[in-house]
């Protein structure tokens, strides 16, 4: 309770400061409308379910349809809420927003049936003359709460999965992106079934407000501390969660890594969106006999990226809100390390340049939790295993990279840690990728999404399994009383063989039901065969 009264004041300034600084003005759900939401929502998906399967999946592939129509007619508007929001580039916001969820919601439209249809299950011999498959099904009513950093890709990407599974959704989009949550709340509903999907707009008492009732699904994305929050408000309905946090994801250079190649793609990564970024490098892991290199590399990268004056820059971002800018600039000026680069805040634009430390340790400020800013703390080690042991002390990342030329050496180290991700010279470029699944492990969180992987986390693969009638008697030996030679029959058909038998019983099977076919064709169908 005092956590929420002290977040909600926190937001309550920042949307207050916001609000001052320009005329855009949050749209909210009023408290008293939220139950009358869901409940139509709810209804929606009752009525869902009497629907034949063929209506079912014309209408989950119209609603995909006009979604695709809604981002098709939008585009321009989608990048300039974006662009006012985080001060991303329009190139930005379409490489990093706009283009990954458009990929996925042509391929749920492209592979739709592929997806949706019943996936066949292996057989052993016991139900050799059984059918079994698996079939997904929706998970009902979910929830999907986006987030301020990636404001439609967050909200959005996670939702037309689950419009791809057939749920029914409840999007709460973040309030610090204040012109993306409006565009979601005004467009949304003319394009989508409102009886089947709603959005509910908002601060911390609405968001309290969603998150207390009870859904089928919850899909949270964003801090580890208020994630346990969100657990533990579907743990008391028993709602199943993925949670995608975030976390210190580590770089280490290698001595034998490409430096230039490594300046150029942690730099990337780490200032995309101006480290506003779950998956951006944290800090840096980098061998001492290297790090002078690597850092004198970094500092070039940047001005090459954005000039001598990143303020400037239209590919350059700004801090969400002043809480945060605050924090950042809090934990620079507490830091022990030395800022290698120029050092520049404007509190008025929320504006942080460019930042690398060097000498510090791990006790300094900027190593106590994610930074979640452009700032990059640069750490050595001498030998590989110091920083393998560094890693291992410290709460499982959710995205971890590794630069070297030496595939020995990435292996080592990937098997030798955990994480949601492992990435070999590369950085943020991973979480592009629709054919690999992106999420946490442990504290970076739980459950995973993009592509197919989005459509198999909001689906209840339920298994399937459909037997005949007729030739009950072969089941007779699972049948009491129970005796040896039944007990016999059973292992032979239940207990799995080993591996030199694999490969010889499918033959014996074959042989048996070619032995039985022979004698058919030879003394024909036995009378007593009729009756059944």
Not at 124 to 149: C, F, M, Q, R, S
Not at 290 to 319: H, L, M, N
Not at 504 to 517: D, K
């Amino acid at each position: 309770l005092v956590f929420w009264k002290r977040l909600n004041l926190e937001v309550a300034l920042s949307v207050a400061k916001l609000r001052k600084m320009s005329e855009e003005e949050l749209i909210e759900t009023a408290i008293d409308d939220i139950p009358g939401i869901l409940d139509r929502v709810r209804r929606g998906w009752r009525s869902h379910l009497m629907w034949t399967e063929k209506q079912k999946r014309e209408h989950t592939l119209t609603q995909l349809k006009n979604f695709k129509r809604f981002m098709e007619d939008n585009k321009k508007a989608i990048c300039d809420a974006i662009q006012y929001d985080l001060h991303k580039s329009e190139e930005e916001s379409l490489i990093m927003e706009y283009n990954l969820v458009y990929h996925d919601l042509v391929i749920y439209i492209r592979d739709f049936d592929d997806f949706t249809k019943p996936r066949p299950a292996q057989k052993d011999l016991a139900n050799i003359l059984n059918t079994l498959y698996i079939k997904p099904e929706p998970h009902g009513v979910v929830l999907i709460v986006g987030a301020w950093n990636y404001p439609f890709q967050l909200a959005v990407l996670p939702m037309i999965g689950a419009i791809a599974a057939g749920n029914a959704v409840i999007l709460k989009p973040s309030e610090l992106s204040v012109r993306s949550s409006n565009l979601l709340t005004r467009l949304l509903p003319k394009y989508l079934d409102q009886d089947y999907y709603g959005v509910i707009p908002g601060g911390v008492t609405v968001a309290q407000n969603v998150v207390k009732e009870r859904y089928d699904y919850v899909f949270y994305t964003g801090s580890t501390f208020v994630g346990k929050l969100v657990m533990e408000a579907a743990a008391k309905h028993l709602t199943p969660v993925t949670l995608e946090l975030g976390g210190k994801s580590p770089v280490v250079v290698t001595d034998d890594a490409n430096i230039k190649v490594a300046a150029k793609r942690v730099m990337w990564g780490k200032l995309t969106n101006s480290g506003q970024t779950c998956i951006a490098p944290d800090y840096v892991l980098c061998s001492s006999r290297v790090r002078d290199k690597f850092v004198d590399a970094c500092r070039d990268v940047t001005r090459k990226f954005y000039g001598q004056d990143p303020s400037k820059s239209k590919d350059y971002g700004r801090i969400v809100n002043g809480r945060h800018f605050n924090r950042l600039c809090k934990l620079m000026s507490s830091s022990k390390g030395h800022n290698i680069m120029n050092g520049d805040t404007n509190e008025d634009e929320k504006y942080i340049a460019p930042a690398i430390y060097i000498n510090i340790d791990s006790d300094d400020s900027l190593m106590q939790e994610e930074l979640f800013g452009p700032i990059l703390p640069v750490l050595t080690f001498n030998e590989i295993d110091e920083a393998i042991q560094f890693v291992n002390e410290r709460e499982r990342p959710l995205a971890f990279y590794v630069f070297t030329e030496n595939s020995s050496t990435f292996e080592k180290i990937a098997g030798s840690t955990s994480s949601g991700c492992v990435a070999q010279n590369n950085t943020i470029l991973y979480a592009g990728v629709s054919s690999l699944p992106f999420g946490g492990v442990g504290h970076s969180g739980m459950g995973a999404y993009h592509g197919k992987f989005t459509f198999d986390t909001f689906s209840h693969m339920k298994p399937v399994h459909r037997s005949i009638t007729k030739l009950d008697s072969l089941n007779d030996i699972v049948y009491p009383p129970y005796s040896k030679n039944k007990m016999r029959q059973v292992n032979f058909m239940q207990i799995p063989s080993s591996r030199r038998w694999s490969i010889l019983r499918p033959l014996l099977l074959i042989s048996i039901i070619a032995a039985i076919a022979i004698l058919l064709q030879i003394y024909g169908i036995p009378r007593w065969v009729y009756k059944y």
